[in-house]
C-alpha cells in the first residue's frame, strides 16, 4: 500500500463516520485535498455538506472556518481588515474567516458578485490583499464551498471565470433508508464528529499532494483528455466548452484517483471516473439544450461513450 492510498483510506474510513453511505463523495473531496484544488459541493440542505467539512478538517487537524454568505456581506467580511491601534499608533490587520486551512463558505450563490470576487485571489493565488499588503494563507489550504441548486430567489449565480476555478463539482445525495436509519441511530445520544479524532498529520498530508505529481501519465492518456475536452468545444448543444483548465484538472485529478487506487500509472477508467466532477459545471449549455433542462453531466456521458479510450495496458 501506497502512502498516498494509506492516507486517502484513512481519510475516507474517518470521515464516515459523521457521513454514512457517501464514500464516493468523500473521495472526491479527498483528490480536491490532495490535488490543491477547490471543491463546490452542490445539493439540497440537510445532505451533510457542512459535516463534511468539519469531519475533513478534524481528521486532518487543520484549522476551519465556516463563512455564511449573505447579501449584505462585504469582501473584507472574508479577507479581514486593518484597524488602528491607538496604544501603537499603527494599523493591525484582523484576519478574516479565509485565513484557515480549510473553509467551508456556505451557500455562496447568496453573496454579492463583489463579495464572491473576493475569494478569487485567495483560491487562485493562495494569498489576500488587503490596504496593499499581501498576505499568503496557511498550507494546506483547501475552499469547500455549497450552494443549493433547487433555491434561486434572492441568489447571485456564481460566473463562468468564479466556476472555473472550482476543481470540481460533488453532489451528496440522499442516504439510502437503510443509511438514514443508521444515521439517526448513531445521532441519538450524541453527534459522531464530536468524538472524531485525528487521523492524518499536515505533514504527511503535505507530503502526499507532491507524490501525486510523479505518477506517470502516457502520451495515449493525454491524448485522450484532450480528445475529451476539445469534444466538449464542439458538442452541438454545448454554448461554451471546458477550458484548458478543465485539460489540468482531469490531469491532476487522475493522477490523484490512480495514486489512491494504489496504481503508479493512470488508466483510461481513472479518466472517465473524473470527468463528469472534473467537467461537467465548465460547461456553458446552448439555448435548446437549457429549454429541454438537458444536464450537464449527460452531455459529458455521451461525449465518454462517443470518444473512443486508449486500448490494451497503459504503462
Request: include cysteine; proline fraction near 7%; glycine fraction near 6%.
Amino acid at each position: 500500500m501506497t502512502a498516498v492510498q494509506a492516507l486517502s483510506e484513512a481519510l475516507i474510513s474517518n470521515v464516515e463516520k459523521v457521513i454514512v453511505g457517501k464514500p464516493e463523495a468523500i473521495r472526491m473531496v479527498v483528490i480536491g485535498l490532495l490535488c490543491q484544488g477547490h471543491v463546490l459541493i452542490e445539493d439540497v440542505p440537510g445532505t451533510g455538506k457542512t459535516m463534511l467539512a468539519k469531519s475533513l478538517a478534524r481528521s486532518i487537524g487543520c484549522s476551519f472556518n465556516r463563512i455564511q454568505f449573505t447579501p449584505d456581506m462585504l469582501p473584507s467580511d472574508i479577507t479581514g481588515v486593518s484597524i488602528f491601534n491607538q496604544k501603537t499608533g499603527e494599523f493591525e490587520y484582523r484576519p478574516g474567516p479565509i485565513m484557515a486551512q480549510i473553509v467551508l463558505t456556505d451557500e455562496i450563490n447568496r453573496a454579492t458578485p463583489k463579495t464572491q470576487a473576493a475569494l478569487l485571489e485567495a483560491m487562485e493565488e493562495r494569498q489576500v490583499t488587503v490596504d496593499g499588503v499581501t498576505r499568503k494563507v496557511p498550507e494546506p489550504f483547501l475552499v469547500l464551498a455549497t450552494q443549493n441548486p433547487i433555491e434561486y430567489e434572492g441568489t447571485f449565480p456564481l460566473p463562468e471565470a468564479q466556476l472555473d476555478r472550482f476543481m470540481l463539482r460533488v453532489n451528496i445525495g440522499y442516504p439510502s433508508p437503510q443509511d438514514e436509519i443508521r444515521v439517526m441511530e448513531e445521532q441519538q445520544m450524541a453527534h459522531p464528529i464530536e468524538s472524531l479524532e485525528r487521523v492524518v498529520a499536515v505533514e504527511d498530508l503535505l507530503a502526499g499532494q507532491s507524490e501525486i505529481r510523479s505518477v506517470p501519465v502516457s502520451a495515449e492518456i493525454k491524448s485522450y483528455i484532450v480528445r475529451l475536452v476539445n469534444a466538449t468545444r464542439r458538442h452541438g448543444e454545448v454554448y461554451l466548452g471546458s477550458s484548458p483548465r478543465g485539460s489540468l484538472t482531469l490531469f491532476r485529478t487522475a493522477q490523484a484517483l490512480a495514486s489512491i487506487l494504489g496504481r503508479d500509472y493512470v488508466a483510461p477508467d481513472d479518466i472517465k471516473a473524473m470527468a463528469v466532477p472534473a467537467l461537467a459545471h465548465r460547461l456553458i449549455l446552448g439555448p435548446a439544450a437549457r429549454s429541454r433542462e438537458v444536464d450537464a453531466r449527460e452531455i459529458i456521458q455521451e461525449i465518454l461513450a462517443a470518444v473512443p479510450a486508449p486500448g490494451g495496458e497503459i504503462s
